[in-house]
């Protein structure tokens, strides 16, 4: 089974999460308490994420896969989500970027 390391609050969390959902595929999910640094210890740093964040999927094999973009790629990967068709793709692609860059993800105030 998959396994999700993941904070409730992290929009990026609630990306992943959502498409989990969405395409019915069972998880276990791991929480961390940023606000305590238990993203920051030497056990999460050395063994899930060197970048020190969540979310992070861990694969039934054992692989550790962090950013939440990359692992949207991955569990898409052969569903209508990612299209197979290479422009349509680079329109997924192209949206995944400016939501994670653009003027919404940097707005402060």
Same mark, same amino acid.
């Given at each position: 089974?998959? $396994? ?12 992943? @999460?959502?498409?989990? &959902? ?5 998880? #276990? @999910? !791991?929480?961390?308490? !940023?606000? @305590? =640094?238990?993203? $920051?210890?030497? =056990?999460?740093? +050395? #063994?899930?994420? &060197? ?8 694969? +039934?094999? =054992? ?7 990359? !692992?949207?790629?991955?569990? &898409? #990967? ?6 197979? +068709? ?12 400016? +939501?994670?860059?653009?003027? !919404? ?5």
């Amino acid at each position: 089974m998959l $396994r999700l390391h993941d904070n409730l609050s992290s929009g990026n969390g609630y990306k992943v @999460r959502l498409l989990l &959902a969405q395409l019915g595929i069972p998880y #276990e @999910r !791991i929480e961390y308490d !940023i606000d @305590r =640094g238990e993203t $920051r210890t030497p =056990g999460f740093l +050395e #063994e899930i994420n &060197a970048n020190g964040r969540v979310p992070v999927l861990e694969t +039934e094999g =054992g692989e550790f896969l962090p950013e939440s973009n990359a !692992i949207l790629h991955y569990l &898409a #990967e052969g569903t209508p989500f990612l299209p197979e +068709e290479p422009l349509q793709r680079a329109r997924v692609l192209q949206w995944m970027f400016f +939501e994670q860059y653009g003027p !919404i993800a940097t707005h402060k105030g």
